[in-house]
């Protein structure tokens, strides 16, 4: 006679044998939402051609507190932000141009053109995906100025 134990500890290894089939999961395409996709900066340049050597993505998340400023700076590769947090202001040296960006927005960098961004009353926070190459900066001062990060 089978003990009640005996009887406990097969079903429940029968269970588990069947289990992952019991729980297998629905296939399913995600669904996209293109938060950017364009060929030239914000100021309106195009861009012209991405670097020829071994590609290297750099993803960062900046943090600017609250009636600030950055540095003057500008960026030798391509890149694009996204704002998490708070808004953007972001200006070109030369021409004066400026752009606001808000929380849920995204917008293309310019490349080689100065510039500098300034957070409103509150800090703001960007996703900054570069696509750049190995041992190239994401980011140069100009001379005089301080990092921008």
Same mark, same amino acid.
């Given at each position: 006679?089978?003990?009640?134990?005996?009887?406990?500890?097969?079903?429940?290894?029968?269970?588990?044998?069947?289990?992952?089939?019991?729980?297998?999961?629905?296939?399913?395409? +995600? &669904?996209?939402? @293109?938060?950017?996709?364009?060929? &030239?900066? *914000?100021? +309106?340049?195009?861009?012209?051609?991405?670097?020829?050597?071994?590609?290297?993505?750099?993803? @960062?998340?900046?943090? @600017?507190? =609250? &009636?600030?400023?950055?540095? *003057?700076?500008?960026?030798?590769?391509?890149? !694009?932000?996204?704002?998490?947090? /708070?808004?953007?202001?972001?200006?070109?040296?030369?021409?004066?141009?400026?752009?606001?960006? &808000?929380? =849920?927005? !995204?917008? =293309?960098?310019?490349?080689?053109?100065?510039?500098? +961004?300034?957070?409103?009353?509150?800090?703001?926070?960007?996703? @900054?995906?570069?696509? /750049?190459?190995? +041992?190239?900066?994401?980011?140069?001062?100009?001379? =005089?100025?301080?990092?921008?990060?």
């Amino acid at each position: 006679m089978i003990s009640i134990r005996t009887a406990l500890i097969a079903a429940s290894l029968s269970a588990a044998a069947i289990a992952p089939s019991a729980m297998a999961q629905t296939v399913a395409s +995600g &669904h996209r939402d @293109i938060l950017l996709q364009t060929d &030239h900066s *914000w100021n +309106g340049v195009p861009y012209t051609h991405y670097p020829t050597a071994q590609p290297e993505l750099t993803m @960062i998340r900046l943090t @600017i507190p =609250g &009636h600030s400023a950055l540095p *003057w700076h500008k960026h030798p590769i391509p890149n !694009a932000v996204y704002v998490l947090e /708070g808004a953007l202001t972001i200006t070109d040296r030369e021409s004066g141009k400026s752009h606001v960006y &808000h929380a =849920g927005e !995204a917008f =293309g960098e310019s490349v080689d053109d100065v510039h500098h +961004g300034q957070a409103g009353d509150t800090q703001t926070v960007l996703l @900054i995906t570069y696509a /750049g190459t190995p +041992g190239v900066p994401t980011s140069v001062p100009v001379k =005089g100025q301080l990092p921008e990060y």
